[in-house]
């Protein structure tokens, strides 16, 4: 699985659109790009997955680029309730999810 | 994606007392995998079941952990003689496919505590 890059922590307004960054430099052509968050010790919550092209759901926008070396999550407002610890990671097949530290994202008021 | 159920929520057990955490699939899942977090670390992967047997582990899954799927249905693990560092939240996932395309489902949890 590739290995990814995130920023420790980041701060957002909120209401405010909250992009968060993820580097995967060296992801292979058939692994998934995948983010989950965790709000204290709950279980990882899914938020969206992608191939290569751009995707949208009820809870976020996963953007990816064309070299598919990076990608950024996107809450489009943000709330109070949005502030969790957001991993990113890669995956092909069935293989198992790999956690790092993840982005601590916290939505201030 | 609901949420997979795991029993229990909460156990507390003494050191050296054997404890199963058991995960109830609520599908045709045929993927299994256990994850823990020690308070204020990142999720760690344990090991990975599939076809009833493990198709991969970590340095952390010693001989002091096993799983099962015993009845076919609920996915167990055991850890024969507790210590104090097995303290954590322990997670199970499920896959149903072979298809990174098709997502990963979470259960909500086990918080063992080892006194």
């Known amino acids: 699985d590739a290995k990814t890059t995130q920023p420790t922590s980041m701060d957002c307004a909120e209401g405010r659109a909250a992009n968060l960054p993820c580097n995967h430099s060296?992801?292979?052509?058939?692994?998934?790009v995948y983010w989950y968050r965790q709000i204290h010790s709950q279980g990882p919550q899914y938020i969206i997955h992608?191939?290569?092209n751009n995707e949208t759901n009820e809870m976020a926008s996963l953007i990816i680029t064309e070299d598919r070396k990076s990608s950024t999550l996107i809450l489009p407002h943000a709330t109070l309730r949005d502030t969790a610890v957001y991993y990113c990671?890669?995956?092909?097949?069935?293989?198992?999810?790999?956690f790092g530290q993840g982005t601590r994202l916290t939505i201030n008021p | 994606e609901p949420e997979v159920t795991q029993t229990p929520s909460h156990q507390v057990t003494q050191m050296g007392q054997e404890v199963i955490l058991r995960c109830v699939p609520i599908?045709?899942?045929?993927?299994f995998y256990w994850y823990r977090q020690i308070l204020g670390q990142k999720v760690e992967f344990l090991v990975s079941f599939y076809n009833n047997e493990i198709s991969e582990k970590s340095e952390i899954f010693d001989d002091q952990f096993s799983v099962e799927r015993p009845d076919g249905s609920n996915f167990t693990l055991k850890i024969r003689s507790t210590k104090l560092e097995d303290s954590a939240m322990y997670f199970c996932?499920?896959?149903?496919?072979?298809?990174?395309?098709?997502?990963?489902?979470f259960g909500s949890g086990t918080r063992l505590t080892v006194v």
């Open positions: 599908s045709n899942h045929l993927y």
């Open positions: 996932a499920l896959k149903t496919r072979d298809w990174a395309g098709d997502g990963y489902t």
């Open positions: 060296t992801i292979s052509g058939n692994e998934y």
């Open positions: 992608g191939l290569k």
């Open positions: 990671t890669t995956v092909q097949g069935a293989q198992k999810l790999v």
